[in-house]
């Protein structure tokens, strides 16, 4: 059954939107597996060869810089937050742009499981590192949900049991909608790209601006 004749048949819920952040959730928290774990994202680039290269080759020379992002921001993020990690960022986008010969591919078909490697074997901390490259205005994304199948890891556990803790969902979901807030206001002021993708992951730079960055060039 496909998630929109799902949703159509489920009272209340509006649309398969819906029923793809279930899925979402499920299998973020080990409650339902893909059945189709090879399958592809696409990725389209927004940004050009030039700043891909670029973000690309500076990520390569911020070795110490990651590793103090890495640690965590003071009080931003809160324990338990599943936001991208600041160490998953540069090898995601060295990645990419190693896949894409720096940018001039504009359009890639990955495999999920190479784009997991890149973010240390889990594609859910690729997919929210994709999330923040795409928030960034340097890409834009999906994953081909529409294909693929889903069962439940242990087919006989009652929903009650299910291993997603709730209360956390609730509060993280509170947190990352602030946080996506404060990311659409960076986005749309025009400022410099890196300064806000290092702020997305709790550094803070004042006015600093790279000068390289479309933005500021
Ligand atoms: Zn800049």
Known sequence: MTPARFADRVAGMKSDREVYSALRILSDAEAIEDTRTRRDCVVRWIASPEQVQELAAD?????????????????????????????????????????????ERRLLRLSRREVARWAGGSFA????????????????WRDDGERSGYVPVQPDLPISELPVDWERLAS???LELRKLRRMERYAYQG???????????GEDFGRWRCGGCDRCA
Not at 71 to 96: C, D
Not at 125 to 140: E, I, K, N, Y
Not at 191 to 201: I, K
Request: glycine share 18%.
């Open 191 to 201: 400022g410099c790209r890196r300064r806000y993708l290092l702020r997305y992951f």
């Open 59 to 103: 990520g390569n020379g911020r070795e110490a810089h990651t590793g103090r992002l890495a640690r965590g921001p003071e009080g931003q993020l809160g324990e338990g937050s599943t936001l991208a990690e600041p160490s998953h960022l540069w090898p995601v986008l060295a990645g990419l742009a190693r896949a894409s010969a720096g940018g």
């Open 172 to 174: 993280r979901r509170g």
């Open 125 to 140: 901390a690729a997919r929210r590192t994709l999330d923040a490259l795409q928030l960034a205005g340097l890409l834009g």
